[in-house]
T-cell receptor, first 111, second 113 residues
Framework: GQQVMQIPQYQHVQEGEDFTTYCNSS?????IQWYKQRPGGHPVFLIQ?????EVKKQKRLTFQFGEAKKNSSLHITATQTTDVGTYFC???????????FGAGTRLFVKA | DTEVTQTPKHLVMGMTNKKSLKCEQH?????MYWYKQKAKKPPELMFV???????INESVPSRFSPECPNSSLLNLHLHALQPEDSALYLC????????????FGQGTRLTVV
C-alpha cells in the first residue's frame, strides 16, 4: 500500500524562527491532509491539498503540494509558542475512508 | 455542534474486565472511525464504519469489538485486553469518505493493568 515518509522527526526552534516539515511518497497521491496535535490533545484538521502544485495559506502557515503529487510541505513563518505540537500529514487512499498518518514532526518552540 | 464526544476520558481496567468506549457526533456524518495512538506515535486506523456498516477492519484482534448502534453513535467493546493495549483511543467522524475533513474526539486514555 501507499506510504508516506515525514521528516524531520523533531524540530527545536527559537520563537520567531521559521519551521518546515516535509512528507514524501514513492507513489502519486490523490490528495494529502495536514493535522496538528497539541501535547495531550487530539488531532485537528488543518487543510487538504488536492491539485498538483497547489499552494494554500492560513495566516503564518503555508501548505504546498508538489507538481508530481508525490510530496507536500508545511511551512510556518515566525513561529510562536502556540505552534507547539505534532504536525502530521495524512494520506487518503483513493476511494476514501482509509486515512494513513505520517510519523509526524514534533515542534518545540523556545520563548 | 461540531464536536465528537468520547466517554470516558480515562479508563483503567484489568485484563479480565469488560468495558466499552463510547463516541457520539451530531454533525450528520456518515463515516466514523476508531484509531489507536501510542505515545509519540501517529494514530493507527482500527475500524471504519460507513453508513452504520463496518467497511474496514485493519486486522484488529477480536478482543476489540466495534459497534455502531445508529448514525450518531460508535462504541468499542473491550474484553481480555493486554497491557500493551494501553493507549489513547480516538474516535473520528467525517461527512463521507476519507477525502473529507475528519473531526476527532478528545480520546479515551486507556490503561490496562
Amino acid at each position: 500500500g501507499q506510504q508516506v515518509m515525514q521528516i524531520p522527526q523533531y524540530q527545536h526552534v527559537q520563537e520567531g524562527e521559521d519551521f518546515t516539515t516535509y512528507c514524501n511518497s514513492s507513489t502519486t497521491l490523490s490528495n494529502i491532509q495536514w493535522y496538528k496535535q497539541r501535547p495531550g490533545g487530539h488531532p485537528v484538521f488543518l487543510i487538504q491539498l488536492v491539485k498538483s502544485g497547489e499552494v494554500k495559506k492560513q495566516k503564518r502557515l503555508t501548505f504546498q503540494f508538489g507538481e508530481a503529487k508525490k510530496n507536500s510541505s508545511l511551512h510556518i513563518t515566525a513561529t510562536q509558542t502556540t505552534d507547539v505540537g505534532t504536525y502530521f500529514c495524512a494520506l487518503v487512499y483513493t476511494g476514501g475512508f482509509k486515512t494513513i498518518f505520517g510519523a509526524g514532526t514534533r515542534l518545540f518552540v523556545k520563548a | 455542534d461540531t464536536e465528537v464526544t468520547q466517554t470516558p476520558k480515562h479508563l483503567v481496567m484489568g485484563m479480565t474486565n469488560k468495558k466499552s468506549l463510547k463516541c457520539e457526533q451530531h454533525m450528520g456524518h456518515r463515516a466514523m472511525y476508531w484509531y489507536k495512538q501510542k505515545a509519540k506515535k501517529p494514530p493507527e486506523l482500527m475500524f471504519v464504519y460507513s453508513y452504520e456498516k463496518l467497511s474496514i477492519n485493519e486486522s484488529v484482534p477480536s478482543r476489540f469489538s466495534p459497534e455502531c448502534p445508529n448514525s450518531s453513535l460508535l462504541n468499542l467493546h473491550l474484553h481480555a485486553l493486554q497491557p500493551e493495549d494501553s493507549a489513547l483511543y480516538l474516535c473520528a467522524s467525517s461527512p463521507q469518505g476519507g477525502n473529507t475533513e475528519a473531526f476527532f474526539g478528545q480520546g479515551t486514555r486507556l490503561t490496562v493493568v
